[in-house]
């Protein structure tokens, strides 16, 4: 199933995530057959987080002592000359 | 609640300010397209431990420490990270990624270093259900697979076809620079020792095996058992 969006437009994608999925930190992308590296490289991507229960981690693990960083070198990608810093949050 | 936590902005990279020997959980993805992938390297005055790697968690907190970490160019970390007073660079490669102010300001709590890193991280919580599994099993010799990627994942026309339950184990070799991955499925390594930069005994969703920072991945096959494939 393909879904398509114009450049500068938005779509809303909605999942019913089970209760019992594992927690953890993962990352979307656009999967679309040769133009996937195109598309990550103009900024389809992010860290998705599915949380811990809380009563499973040590005050350091919990949110309120979390940062986040994602790292990535698109910018030097595309071509233009536009570089995009990497971030702490 | 994050984006409170941003103090200030320098040269165009966001610092991040924390509180000195205090611990924090830094949750980092990696995506570089170019698939380079590369080693992501903390300062000397902070001591991290890597603690989850492709969001499960590693089975003991305190058995890969820094100050450096392999990871490709799809690959997620989950970091245990405490830092002396300073300012600091988190690099990839040679690059500044990140930079963190680490100062002795503010009321502590119970994150706070005890001088004793593995009481201070505790034990990780269990696996999930679909994760807990024996890495000794028997696999059926129709189960293994050796899967060569060269000349690029597009290239590759194999097939396997699984059926839920079933364990295979699989010797991925030449991923080159577009790791193996199968989306959503994390595999166990079961390489003796590990292999290039993981560990025997962890989970994965992503995989390297090649060059320039898995060499040993040519001579040591990577072995892989995937569970509830389905």
Same mark, same amino acid.
């Given at each position: 199933?393909? @879904?398509?969006?114009?450049?500068?437009?938005?779509?809303?994608?909605?999942?019913?995530?089970?209760?019992?999925?594992?927690?953890?930190?993962?990352?979307?992308?656009?999967?679309?057959?040769?133009?996937?590296?195109?598309?990550?490289?103009?900024?389809?991507?992010?860290?998705?987080?599915i949380d811990d229960n809380q009563n499973d981690v040590n005050d350091w693990?919990?949110?309120?002592?979390?940062?986040?960083?994602?790292?990535?070198?698109?910018?030097?990608?595309?071509?233009?000359?536009?570089? @995009?810093?990497?971030?702490?949050? | 609640? $994050?984006?409170?936590?941003?103090?200030?902005?320098?040269?165009?990279?966001?610092?991040?300010?924390?509180?000195?020997?205090?611990?924090?959980?830094?949750?980092?993805?990696?995506?570089?397209?170019?698939?380079?992938?590369?080693?992501?390297?903390?300062?000397?005055?902070?001591?991290?431990?890597?603690?989850?790697?492709?969001?499960?968690?590693?089975?003991?907190?305190?058995?890969?420490?820094?100050?450096?970490?392999?990871?490709?160019?799809?690959?997620?970390?989950?970091?245990?990270?405490k830092c002396t007073s300073g300012k600091f660079d988190i690099k990839l490669?040679?690059?500044?990624?990140?930079?963190?102010?680490?100062?002795?300001?503010?009321? #502590?709590?119970?994150?706070?270093?005890?001088?004793?890193?593995?009481?201070?991280?505790?034990?990780?919580?269990?696996?999930?259900?679909?994760?807990?599994?024996?890495?000794?099993?028997?696999?059926?010799?129709?189960?293994?697979?050796?899967?060569?990627?060269?000349?690029?994942?597009?290239?590759?026309?194999?097939?396997?076809?699984?059926?839920?339950?079933? #364990?295979?184990?699989?010797?991925?070799?030449?991923?080159?620079?577009?790791?193996?991955?199968?989306?959503?499925?994390?595999?166990?390594?079961?390489?003796?020792?590990? $292999?290039?930069?993981?560990?025997?005994?962890?989970?994965?969703?992503?995989?390297?095996?090649?060059?320039?920072?898995?060499?040993?991945?040519?001579?040591?096959?990577?072995?892989?058992?995937?569970?509830?494939?389905?």
């Amino acid at each position: 199933m393909d @879904r398509f969006v114009e450049g500068g437009q938005c779509l809303d994608y909605m999942w019913d995530i089970a209760a019992d999925h594992p927690a953890g930190t993962y990352w979307y992308h656009p999967h679309y057959h040769t133009l996937t590296n195109a598309q990550v490289s103009g900024g389809a991507f992010g860290m998705l987080i599915i949380d811990d229960n809380q009563n499973d981690v040590n005050d350091w693990g919990s949110v309120d002592n979390e940062k986040i960083l994602q790292i990535s070198n698109t910018g030097s990608l595309m071509g233009n000359g536009v570089t @995009r810093g990497n971030e702490i949050m | 609640m $994050c984006l409170a936590k941003i103090l200030s902005i320098v040269n165009c990279t966001i610092r991040s300010q924390i509180e000195a020997n205090k611990w924090y959980r830094l949750r980092t993805s990696v995506v570089t397209p170019d698939g380079g992938g590369g080693t992501v390297k903390f300062d000397e005055s902070c001591t991290v431990y890597k603690v989850a790697s492709d969001g499960v968690y590693h089975s003991n907190f305190t058995a890969q420490n820094g100050p450096s970490f392999v990871m490709t160019g799809a690959s997620r970390a989950d970091f245990a990270i405490k830092c002396t007073s300073g300012k600091f660079d988190i690099k990839l490669g040679n690059g500044v990624a990140a930079k963190i102010h680490a100062d002795l300001f503010g009321t #502590t709590s119970g994150a706070v270093s005890s001088g004793n890193d593995a009481n201070d991280l505790g034990s990780p919580p269990s696996k999930p259900a679909s994760l807990q599994v024996d890495a000794n099993v028997m696999v059926p010799e129709s189960n293994k697979k050796d899967i060569d990627l060269t000349g690029g994942f597009i290239g590759y026309t194999g097939s396997v076809n699984i059926e839920y339950g079933q #364990t295979h184990e699989w010797v991925i070799s030449q991923s080159g620079p577009h790791p193996f991955h199968l989306h959503l499925y994390h595999m166990l390594i079961v390489t003796p020792g590990g $292999c290039g930069a993981h560990i025997e005994g962890e989970f994965y969703d992503t995989i390297s095996s090649t060059e320039p920072w898995s060499v040993p991945c040519r001579s040591y096959p990577l072995y892989l058992n995937l569970f509830d494939f389905a």
